[in-house]
């Protein structure tokens, strides 16, 4: 079955400093893999703890694809402002017309301390 994107996340207002899960919620088999795609085009998909191929310490931290294929994001600050794409993919999605990408909007709402 064609991997398929069932619905994301809407747009986000969250809060700096605080975390938030993007959802990414799809079908297919074998099972899609997910990759998500961040405001500043940073590639980013879900790896088993026992890989290393998210070794960049400051993506790490910030950034974590679940298996789910949802996307949590710690420390969020204005720079995290923008739109993130969630796309699938798995073998038979070539040549389907099927949804395989999702978007959200994500606003960081900042306050001032005095």
Not at 1 to 15: C, G, T, W
Not at 32 to 52: A, E, G, M, Q
Not at 65 to 83: A, Q
């Amino acid at each position: 079955m064609p991997a398929e994107v069932l619905f994301s996340s809407l747009d986000v207002y969250a809060e700096a400093e605080k975390s938030i899960r993007l959802n990414c919620n799809h079908i297919g088999a074998p099972k899609p893999t997910v990759t998500w795609f961040t405001p500043k085009n940073l590639k980013l998909r879900f790896y088993p703890p026992s890989t290393t191929a998210n070794s960049n310490s400051t993506t790490k931290s910030k950034y974590r694809v679940n298996e789910n294929g949802d996307l949590e994001i710690d420390n969020l600050n204005l720079n995290d402002t923008g739109l993130y794409q969630c796309s699938v993919s798995n073998l038979f999605s070539l040549g389907f017309s099927k949804k395989r990408q999702g978007t959200v909007l994500l606003e960081i709402n900042c306050k001032i301390k005095m």
